[in-house]
């Protein structure tokens, strides 16, 4: 089956990075999302890879290993405001997303 | 402000009730979705559409039926409601069947069934 593994919550404080993990297990693969999701509203698109490597938008990174199944979004100088909870998803061989569960992320001052 | 608008924001419903979600973007995207989201779960999809004249099922279908008249409208029917569809349902969009600029969201349908 397929399957997208991601920590259920994570704790950082303002102003550290922290780092969040996602593994998948997909049939195919065509891309990987990483969207953030404010309490009671929709999920934001952040980034997206396909290729192996770091891709760096500001204070936020994403990066992919296909071979490892393995990716991870980066948050650096962390705010009160990047509280929220983070999805990862994978793109399968039919272009179906396939998501996990979600992080959420507590920031404390 | 261009987006995807959905209808209504939340809604108490009977169970045995029919009811239907509406979504309307204005992007001209080809492909829309809709998914629920409960709590401990991912978003999981109902169903789908690459465009317009065409839908098709997703991992949770049963209990839903949409239809695709038009490129911007993409309505979600229950026939006939249940507790357990109790959930929020979100519609997204893109702009490709890849989708690799990233899907739109609507701000979501909270809906109860009693």
């Known amino acids: 089956g397929q399957n997208i593994d991601q920590p259920t919550e994570m704790t950082a404080t303002e102003g550290a990075i922290v780092q969040i993990n996602c593994t998948y297990q997909?049939?195919?693969?065509?891309?990987l999302f990483w969207y953030q999701q404010h309490a009671g509203e929709a999920p934001t698109f952040l980034s997206y890879n396909v290729l192996d490597g770091l891709e760096e938008k500001g204070r936020f990174s994403s990066f992919l290993s296909r071979s490892k199944g393995y990716s991870y979004l980066l948050l650096k100088e962390l705010q009160m405001k990047d509280s929220a909870s983070y999805l990862c998803a994978v793109m399968d061989s039919n272009y179906q997303l396939i998501w996990g569960a979600g992080t959420k992320l507590i920031i404390k001052p | 402000t261009a987006g995807i608008t959905q209808a209504p924001t939340s809604q108490i419903l009977a169970a045995g009730r029919s009811m239907t979600l509406r979504c309307t973007q204005d992007m001209r995207h080809n492909a829309m979705y809709w998914y629920r989201q409960d709590l401990g779960l991912g978003l999981r999809l109902i169903h789908y559409s690459n465009t317009a004249g065409t839908t098709g099922k997703g991992e949770v279908p049963d209990g839903y039926s949409v239809s695709r008249a038009n490129t911007d409208d993409f309505p979600l029917t229950l026939a006939s409601a249940v507790p357990s569809q109790t959930s929020v349902y979100f519609c997204a969009s893109s702009d490709s069947e890849g989708g690799r600029y990233g899907y739109t969201f609507g701000s979501g349908t909270r809906l109860t069934v009693v």
């Open positions: 997909t049939s195919g693969f065509n891309g």
